[in-house]
């Protein structure tokens, strides 16, 4: 692959594109999947083909478009007219409506604030583009940013864009990677690696697959941009084993890629080679830890170990290994190809870019955002999410999953970034962010996640081994009603302690909803002490 | 397992594909892999054993049933749920029903959070149920087949 080559197949894919009249984008996200999207692909292609217009309309299966709420979700361009609840029935309307006006009954409008004031980056193209052809991307700038770095830019030189555009780790703890980056590149070794963690283990939170799904291609893109940063040669992406279709699909884009000489030996004529492979996970939320990850995908029971010696240094069989998320590496393209400096005027000092948020729980809008940083919680589920639905009341709002915590409605001003949330205890973690109605009691949320983090931990360390079931016996009396002072006073004594003393982060923010919920919602537990009083 | 040059890292790749291919994975799968992997037997089990993925015994003959237990689905009455199929048609999560066609599972995050609480029958992702429409499914699956 040349430039020039890149550049014939944009140009070939852009001149198709604008020779037909319509474009039908049917969602194959997995949500839409689940209410049949894909006969609704296949009957919409079927009839196009009954009525020969093949050389005016063309559908296309894409990722997520986001607003799962009212999924099968079908867009119409370049008229822009997005439609909701689509049916298997009534693909032939829309095929009749192509020219004339918009079916009003299947309308989504789209000068809501959920499609308003979004900021996309990361899923720029998920939705837009078909992630089961490389052409698609390509005609999309895909690659360009690779090829660019490949015959324009030293390592060196890459790194500093991506130093400059202040992008923090998206994982969860939001370490800087352009520093890490910088660490990997200073260590001398004769192999190193580049790992891509699609483990997604925090229930409620969807981004990675939507982005593996709809987008696979700009992963491989942003693997391949560290790889030659960092002087790395071979890459590993894991994925979650139950993501069929993510795996699926990346094997094809690896494939393609492959195939057009984006991957492999010699890339765009140059030294630098780079093999990429997946690697399926097996249902271990631990495996998320970065050290636990290596194991795995050394074929090991996924165990994390102490740190230092971190990964950078000592990795995967021992040899320096960069390891991102799959958010994060989804940034680096566009960071490449457009400057560090202009990722950089998005968002606050020390959170730059925009961060994805899969939206769940009694808000009229559920489903997949990308909002700039700093933006304000409020204006995320207020005003993208449209509110609760009726009859449900605002009571907290879950950010992290099991290592994060819960935030009452005085803190929904707050803007989004990794540390203001810090500060009011959870943290940004991956990206879910579940609403809670003032239904759930906040005790039981808090018992919820221990069971989770009982139950994934792997028992290498006694603290999280032992401690996180003695917080979830501890929690069930609060449930139970039988709980009595001392018992509060043990359950914030055990969460100090696991905190302080397990050896990884699954341990170490085990007791965050716990902590979490204590601080704003005492009376809750309190409540449930009483209960137990009135009972005995 | 050839394609991996047999290297010990291999191992979790290759009971991935034993799955796909059996359902589930025997002793006698475990003892080949150890052997042609050169790995003891403890390591094979022990990776086995770790992975809430990988399933010792068979699954229900005919169906499978996975009930959502993420967050979202948490929230919206999965565990009560479980709870109704567990009291009406005995079977618990991981269990399978007494004639054994219908295996119950339990999941993380099926990631449909928009579509809480979720179950999956045979594969098809179905969004806000109720306790009565699933054991509705798994009575018809069981009475089809007998």
């Given at each position: 692959?040349?430039?020039?080559?890149?550049?014939?197949?944009?140009?070939?894919?852009?001149?198709?594109?604008d020779?037909?009249?319509?474009?039908?984008?049917v969602?194959?996200?997995t949500?839409?999947?689940a209410?049949?999207?894909d006969?609704?692909?296949?009957n919409l292609?079927?009839?196009?083909q009954q009525?020969s217009l093949?050389q005016?309309?063309?559908?296309k299966g894409?990722?997520?478009m986001g607003?799962?709420?009212?999924?099968?979700l079908?867009?119409?361009?370049?008229?822009?007219?997005?439609?909701?609840?689509?049916?298997?029935?009534?693909?032939?309307?829309?095929?009749e409506?192509?020219?004339?006006?918009?079916i009003?009954?299947?309308?989504?409008?789209t000068d809501i604030?959920?499609?308003?004031?979004?900021?996309?980056?990361?899923?720029?193209?998920?939705?837009?583009?078909?992630?089961?052809?490389?052409e698609?991307?390509?005609a999309?700038?895909?690659?360009?940013?690779?090829?660019?770095?490949?015959t324009?830019?030293?390592?060196?030189?890459?790194?500093?864009?991506?130093?400059r555009?202040?992008?923090?780790g998206?994982g969860?703890?939001g370490y800087?990677?352009?520093?890490?980056?910088?660490?990997?590149?200073?260590?001398?070794?004769?192999?190193k690696?580049v790992?891509?963690?699609?483990?997604?283990?925090?229930?409620?939170?969807?981004m990675?697959?939507?982005?593996?799904?709809g987008d696979?291609?700009?992963?491989?893109?942003?693997?391949a941009l560290a790889?030659?940063?960092?002087?790395?040669?071979e890459?590993?992406?894991?994925?979650?084993?139950?993501?069929?279709?993510?795996?699926?699909?990346?094997?094809?884009?690896?494939?393609?890629?492959?195939?057009?000489?984006?991957?492999?030996?010699?890339?765009c004529?140059?030294?630098?080679?780079?093999?990429?492979?997946?690697r399926l996970?097996?249902?271990?939320?631990?495996?998320g830890e970065?050290?636990?990850?290596?194991?795995?995908?050394?074929g090991?029971r996924?165990?994390?170990?102490?740190r230092?010696?971190?990964?950078?240094?000592y990795?995967?069989w021992?040899?320096?290994?960069?390891i991102?998320?799959?958010?994060?590496?989804?940034?680096?393209?566009?960071?490449?190809?457009?400057?560090?400096?202009?990722?950089?005027t998005?968002?606050?000092?020390?959170s730059?870019g925009t961060?994805?948020f899969?939206?769940?729980?009694?808000?009229?809008?559920?489903?997949?955002?990308e909002?700039?940083?700093g933006?304000t919680?409020r204006?995320?589920?207020?005003?993208?999410?449209?509110?609760?639905?009726?009859?449900?009341?605002?009571?907290?709002?879950?950010?992290?999953g099991?290592s994060?915590?819960?935030?009452?409605?005085?803190?929904?001003?707050?803007p989004?970034?990794?540390?203001?949330?810090?500060q009011?205890?959870?943290?940004?973690?991956?990206?879910?962010?579940?609403?809670?109605?003032d239904?759930?009691?906040?005790?039981d949320?808090a018992r919820?996640?221990m069971?989770?983090?009982?139950?994934?931990?792997?028992?290498k360390?006694v603290?999280c081994?032992?401690?996180?079931v003695?917080?979830y016996?501890l929690?069930?009396?609060?449930?139970?009603?039988?709980?009595t002072?001392?018992?509060?006073?043990?359950l914030?004594?055990?969460?100090?302690?696991?905190?302080q003393t397990?050896?990884?982060?699954?341990?170490?923010?085990?007791?965050?909803?716990?902590?979490?919920?204590?601080r704003?919602?005492r009376?809750?537990?309190?409540?449930?002490?009483?209960?137990?009083v009135?009972?005995? | 397992?050839?394609?991996m040059?047999?290297?010990?890292h291999a191992?979790?790749?290759?009971?991935h594909s034993?799955?796909?291919?059996f359902?589930?994975?025997?002793?006698d799968?475990?003892?080949?892999v150890?052997?042609?992997l050169?790995?003891?037997l403890?390591?094979?089990?022990?990776?086995t054993t770790?992975?809430?993925?990988?399933?010792?015994?068979?699954?229900?003959?005919?169906?499978?049933?996975?009930?959502c237990?993420?967050t979202?689905?948490?929230l919206?009455?999965?565990n009560?749920i479980?709870?109704?199929?567990?009291?009406?048609?005995g079977?618990k999560?991981g269990?399978?029903?007494?004639?054994?066609?219908?295996s119950?599972?339990t999941?993380?995050?099926l990631a449909?959070?928009?579509?809480?609480?979720a179950?999956?029958?045979?594969?098809?992702?179905?969004?806000?149920?109720?306790?009565?429409e699933?054991?509705?499914?798994?009575?018809?699956?069981?009475?089809r087949?007998?």
């Open positions: 692959m040349i430039p020039e080559e890149l550049e014939k197949i944009a140009l070939a894919t852009r001149a198709e594109q020779r037909l009249l319509h474009h039908l984008r969602c194959t996200g949500a839409c999947l209410l049949h999207s006969q609704i692909k296949d292609t079927y009839l196009i009525r093949e005016t309309c063309a559908v894409v990722g997520c607003l799962c709420a009212v999924g099968p079908v867009a119409l361009q370049p008229q822009s007219t997005l439609y909701q609840r689509v049916t298997v029935d009534d693909t032939a309307a829309i095929i409506h192509l020219d004339a006006h918009p009003e009954r299947l309308l989504c409008p604030p959920f499609f308003q004031r979004q900021h996309k980056i990361v899923l720029e193209n998920t939705g837009q583009i078909d992630p089961e052809h490389i698609d991307y390509i999309a700038d895909g690659y360009t940013a690779l090829i660019q770095a490949l324009e830019m030293t390592p060196s030189e890459v790194i500093e864009q991506v130093v555009s202040g992008l923090r998206r969860g703890a800087p990677t352009g520093l890490k980056w910088s660490t990997v590149s200073k260590v001398r070794s004769t192999r690696f790992i891509c963690n699609g483990d997604e283990g925090d229930p409620g939170a969807f990675d697959r939507s982005v593996l799904e696979p291609h700009r992963i491989i893109e942003g693997m790889a030659y940063a960092v002087g790395a040669s890459g590993f992406i894991y994925v979650r084993g139950e993501y069929d279709l993510a795996i699926k699909r990346l094997k094809t884009a690896i494939r393609q890629a492959e195939r057009l000489g984006i991957l492999g030996k010699s890339i004529s140059t030294t630098f080679d780079f093999h990429l492979e997946t996970g097996a249902g271990a939320f631990v495996c970065e050290t636990a990850l290596i194991a795995t995908i050394e090991q996924g165990n994390p170990r102490p230092p010696p971190y990964p950078s240094e990795g995967l021992g040899f320096p290994t960069l991102n998320n799959v958010e994060t590496l989804a940034n680096i393209p566009p960071i490449i190809r457009n400057g560090g400096d202009w990722f950089a998005i968002g606050p000092d020390h730059k961060k994805v899969a939206l769940a729980g009694p808000v009229r809008n559920t489903g997949l955002i909002v700039p940083m933006i919680l204006e995320i589920i207020f005003e993208i999410g449209g509110g609760m639905i009726e009859g449900h009341a605002f009571k907290a709002v879950q950010t992290g099991p994060g915590g819960c935030l009452p409605e005085q803190h929904l001003d707050l989004v970034g990794y540390d203001s949330l810090a009011v205890g959870t943290i940004m973690g991956s990206g879910g962010m579940i609403v809670i109605d239904t759930a009691s906040m005790v949320v919820y996640f069971e989770f983090c009982k139950t994934e931990s792997c028992g360390c603290p081994r032992v401690g996180t003695q917080l016996h929690l069930g009396r609060f449930t139970e009603g039988s709980a002072a001392e018992d509060l006073a043990l914030e004594e055990l969460c100090d302690l696991v905190k397990s050896l990884c982060g699954l341990g170490q923010s085990a007791p965050n909803p716990v902590l979490s919920t204590l704003y919602f009376d809750e537990y309190l409540a449930h002490m009483a209960k137990g009135v009972t005995q | 397992m050839r394609r040059g047999y290297g010990h191992l979790i790749e290759t009971l034993i799955q796909e291919s359902g589930y994975l025997d002793e799968a475990l003892r080949y150890a052997t042609t050169r790995l003891p403890s390591r094979v089990y022990g990776v770790f992975y809430q993925f990988f399933r010792l015994k068979p699954k229900g003959e005919h169906h499978t049933c996975v009930i237990v993420g979202a689905c948490h919206k009455g999965a009560a479980l709870e109704h199929l567990e009291q009406r048609l079977v999560p269990g399978a029903t007494v004639d054994g066609k219908v119950l599972l999941a993380r995050c449909s959070c928009g579509l809480a609480p179950v999956v029958l045979d594969g098809k992702v179905m969004g806000k149920v109720t306790a009565d699933v054991i509705a499914w798994m009575q018809k699956w069981t009475h087949d007998t």
